[in-house]
């Protein structure tokens, strides 16, 4: 944990001046002050492009709750007259890279994420992305790395970076092709989309499922439904390849109350989805979800290992994407990588990327040369080897 000498070392500045004389950036440090802005936060969040559940203040809030320690708040925020006009949810904290410990600024994300960005209205995105390079590009020094990880194309942000306006070493890291269906048209047409192998697959399993008894699909929304179905699905969750792993949401205290906290929160603001496939009275197969402006996001899902054979996760998103097609919805957001089992639905695909900019000084400038200069040079020569391999055994 972070001393609170150490606390006030990290936050470098409380207001800088901008260009404009009415304009100002301000650094939040503390949950106190963050709370304190909720409202203006989900008012700017939607009225941007960029509205997902993964940045409103309500899920920071319990993200940096669940998951912050031993990191300092360091949110940023554009004002002019008062007015918020754009926020940007960092932290800083430090990373070990090859076993050194980085000093960094990243966003309030990690795995449970899915999804970063910055709060900002389209027209002024580029004005806010600039005031915030320059305000880091001052500091320079205090930081190794600016560590900005899940950022979707077409948010502006990637764009913003593959040309800087200054001279910082920066790369576009970690594609991650995020899978997603468009939900236009009606479920039959959808459905006739899908490849004749792969329909009549999952026809055949649901006949052969039925067999054992009767199939049934529930969707819960409500509150009175968190507290008697949310451990049902994580059960599921744990009961499989997760729980062995040590993955799953219920082997951690930190994960545990990170899910039912969001789930309580969807939940009265209308936005749980809580789907389970049903065999007889016994749930086999799980989907936690958001619905939230027009579009469905799976968070989480989990089913019986042993009806494995009869693919249940599959069968109960058959029954999801068809209920949101017949919900209205414009989109269904699996979110995380592409799968197999999510391409069999879709091959639409929304590209995400990390950004990382690299400070001044000596750590910061062998970490570049080594990742973008000498490590793929290593790993192109040690495919040259594979293939010269490859091509001496095929002489033989």
Request: hydrophobic fraction near 40%; glycine fraction near 6%.
């Amino acid at each position: 944990m972070l001393t609170e000498q150490r606390m006030a070392a990290l936050k470098f500045i409380d207001i800088i001046p901008v260009i404009n004389t009415s304009d100002r950036l301000r650094v939040l440090s503390t949950l106190e002050e963050f709370r304190a802005i909720k409202s203006q936060w989900d008012d700017l969040l939607c009225n941007s492009e960029v509205d997902c559940p993964f940045l409103r203040h309500e899920w920071l809030v319990n993200w940096w709750e669940c998951f912050g320690a031993g990191a300092a708040l360091h949110i940023v925020l554009w004002e002019a007259n008062n007015r918020l006009l754009g926020g940007a949810p960092l932290m800083q904290t430090r990373r070990k890279i090859f076993g050194i410990p980085v000093r960094t600024f990243e966003f309030l994300a990690n795995g449970h994420s899915y999804r970063s960005g910055i709060v900002v209205e389209s027209k002024r995105r580029s004005q806010f992305l600039y005031h915030l390079y320059r305000y880091f590009q001052e500091w320079r020094r205090k930081w190794s790395l600016l560590w900005l990880r899940d950022i979707p194309e077409g948010a502006g942000i990637i764009e913003f970076f593959s040309q800087p306006p200054g001279d910082s070493h920066i790369s576009l890291e970690c594609p991650m092709a995020s899978p997603y269906v468009c939900l236009e048209g009606t479920w039959k047409e959808y459905w006739l989309g899908r490849s004749a192998h792969f329909r009549a697959n999952l026809r055949r399993r649901e006949k052969n499922l039925s067999q054992f008894g009767k199939i049934t699909f529930k969707a819960y929304d409500g509150c009175e439904h968190v507290a008697r179905m949310l451990p049902v699905g994580l059960e599921l969750e744990a009961s499989g390849w997760k729980g062995r792993a040590g993955s799953a949401i219920l082997k951690s205290s930190e994960t545990i109350s990170f899910y039912s906290r969001i789930a309580n929160w969807a939940a009265e603001n209308g936005w749980l989805r809580l789907y389970f496939l049903f065999l007889e009275d016994k749930a086999i197969a799980f989907d936690l979800a958001l619905d939230y402006a027009g579009r469905i996001y799976l968070l989480k899902i989990g089913h019986d290992e042993n009806h494995s054979r009869f693919s249940p996760g599959q069968l109960l998103r058959m029954r999801t994407l068809e209920a949101a097609f017949a919900s209205g919805c414009r989109e269904y957001d699996f979110l995380g990588f592409d799968m197999p089992w999510k391409m069999e639905w879709t091959t639409d695909v929304r590209v995400h990327r990390t950004v990382v900019i690299y400070g001044r000084g000596p750590l910061p400038k062998a970490l570049y040369m080594w990742q973008q200069r000498l490590l793929p040079t290593i790993r192109k020569s040690q495919k040259l080897q594979v293939a010269l391999r490859s091509l001496r055994r095929s002489e033989k």
